[in-house]
């Protein structure tokens, strides 16, 4: 904790414009901090932006080519050369028969989408205008509803006859029940932490009108993605090839709204650490326009960082979550303990290397994804903080609120196309839920951002966070002293279970 201030005070230092108390010093330490912001991790900015021009060429192509007439490009002759052909079947085409190859145009398939950039953005609007009110009733009825509405849509799965993602959602209901049922004793100490982080959110109104010009970039980009994959649905090819198709696609918007929800999340991690450690968004010793700072970082010298972090730390994270919930309710069952503990270590050496506090990091340090996880990881284990990290499920909580915003959206879209394109609704239904999940993500991320600081500011010294809110330190500190005390005895047991001297059975 000692070193907090040599560690943590460049964004601050590249922003102090010679305000009162730093006529000495803040010329050349300014100077020197705009100095060592370099760009880093150039090569995986250079891949983010070159895999946006491809696939934006593809989704145009794809997408004008079915656009108001079948086959506008002359794209369906390779269909024989790929292997990728429909088959003989007879089609309409309007309300006539064309041929004897299924006819569909992007027109069909394109207003679903944008029924569901429609459903997602009032989800999203929904979340950023009820934070400072609604936000803990919110948060805790993603935790309890979604398994109800998973099992509803596996239900509808099942009548509608798409049998593989009956079961699919099916599994998904029971691990997030069972997931749920072992963190159960983890919800209050969440709920405060969420609670304080919509409190210190709720005190920076420029970073909501952050959240709300990256659902605008992302409903930009959707336009694009969704007319690509309208046109993808309706390429003459059989379901398989459409399938893989959407899967790639699908893949890609992933990584390029997880780039976004990462850029905003670095914006507000910064906006918040700056405000933790200067004592107030009112201190005098506050920089100037911070907001413009972080974001101008964000989108240049740190945006390499972003683009590689985005593409790891999401899965890595949930299954660290599921290793956690299973490990802690196994018991004194020692094979199964001994399976489980191996791939919980190798998590936590991926974790080590890619986790989300490095975007605060990145935010105020401008240091490298892996450098950043790295050192952010190191704090939290030389403090003990990693004990209480590793007990709150904040992340968790939130990301069950984006799943459940995206199941809101697919199954608006997909009882629209049950009426206009049965055949469809999966395909159609299935990215309208990632569009939503995306478009909601964008909103809870400001959330997650100013978790991420709070803890990052409390491993390096707490009395940041008792300056800021006396009563949430102590809490805080309960919290810690009582999981350090729980890992301690947790630790004697497995030490006095190894020392128990193996003893011969009786003959």
């Known amino acids: 904790m000692s070193d907090s201030s040599a560690s943590t005070t460049s964004i601050g230092e590249e922003e102090d414009g010679g305000r009162g108390g730093s006529e000495t010093s803040s010329g050349e330490p300014e100077r020197a901090a705009e100095s060592g912001r370099r760009w880093r991790d150039v090569f995986w900015l250079f891949v983010f932006l070159v895999h946006l021009l491809a696939f934006g060429f593809a989704l145009g192509l794809l997408g004008m080519n079915r656009f108001q007439e079948p086959d506008r490009l002359n794209i369906d002759r390779y269909r024989n050369i790929t292997g990728w052909g429909g088959g003989n ?69 099942f009548w509608g006859e798409h049998f593989f993602w009956g079961v699919a959602f099916a599994v998904g209901a029971g691990l997030q029940f069972l997931y749920v049922m072992s963190v159960m004793d983890r919800i209050p100490f969440t709920m405060l932490v969420l609670q304080k982080a919509v409190k210190m959110v709720w005190e ?52 390029t709204g997880a780039v976004l929800c990462n850029t905003v ?19 005098p010793s506050m920089p100037p326009k911070p907001l413009l700072k972080a974001l101008q970082y964000a989108l240049t010298t740190s945006f390499g960082s972003i683009c590689y972090g985005s593409l790891f730390t999401a899965a890595i994270r949930t299954l660290r979550w599921e290793i956690r919930g299973v490990r802690s309710k196994i018991g004194n069952n020692e094979c199964l303990l001994c399976c489980v503990d191996f791939l919980f270590h190798l998590v936590e050496t991926l974790v080590r290397f890619f986790n989300k506090y490095a975007y605060v990091q990145i935010a105020v340090n401008g240091k490298g994804f892996n450098h950043s996880a790295r050192d952010a990881w190191e704090l939290f284990q030389s403090t003990g903080v990693e004990a209480l990290v590793a007990y ?16 809101i959206t697919g199954t608006c879209t997909a009882i629209w196309t049950h009426f206009k394109r049965d055949d469809r609704v999966i395909m159609v239904g ?61 630790a004697g047991r497995v030490t006095r279970f190894d020392q128990i001297p193996d003893t011969p059975s009786p003959v």
């Open 204 to 255: 920076l109104p420029e970073v909501m009108r952050v959240a709300y010009a990256f659902v605008f970039v992302m409903l930009c980009w959707l336009v694009i993605w969704t007319f690509g994959v309208a046109g993808t649905i309706s390429f003459s090819a059989d379901d398989g090839a459409r399938w893989w198709l959407l899967v790639v696609f699908s893949v890609s918007l992933f990584w």
């Open 89 to 157: 079947r007879t089609v309409e085409f309007g309300d006539r028969t064309v041929g004897r190859v299924r006819v569909d145009l992007t027109e069909t398939f394109w207003p679903l989408y944008g029924l569901a950039g429609g459903v997602g953005t009032a989800l999203a609007w929904a979340w950023l205008v009820l934070l400072g009110s609604r936000a803990s009733q919110m948060m805790k009825l993603s935790v309890h509803i979604l398994t109800t509405f998973l099992a509803v849509v596996s239900v509808l799965c």
């Open 392 to 407: 709150d499920c904040s992340g968790a909580v939130l990301l069950m609120g984006s799943i459940l915003g995206g199941l």
């Open 430 to 490: 299935t990215t309208a839920m990632l569009i939503g999940m995306i478009l909601v993500g964008l909103a809870v991320v400001v959330i997650e951002g100013a978790v991420t600081s709070i803890y990052i500011c409390y491993a390096e010294d707490p009395s940041l966070i008792q300056r800021w809110d006396d009563e949430f330190y102590n809490q805080m500190a309960e919290a810690l002293h009582q999981r350090l005390q729980y890992r301690s005895a947790r």
């Open 265 to 283: 999340h670095a914006i507000v991690s910064g906006m918040v650490f700056l405000v933790l450690i200067h004592g107030g968004r009112g201190a």
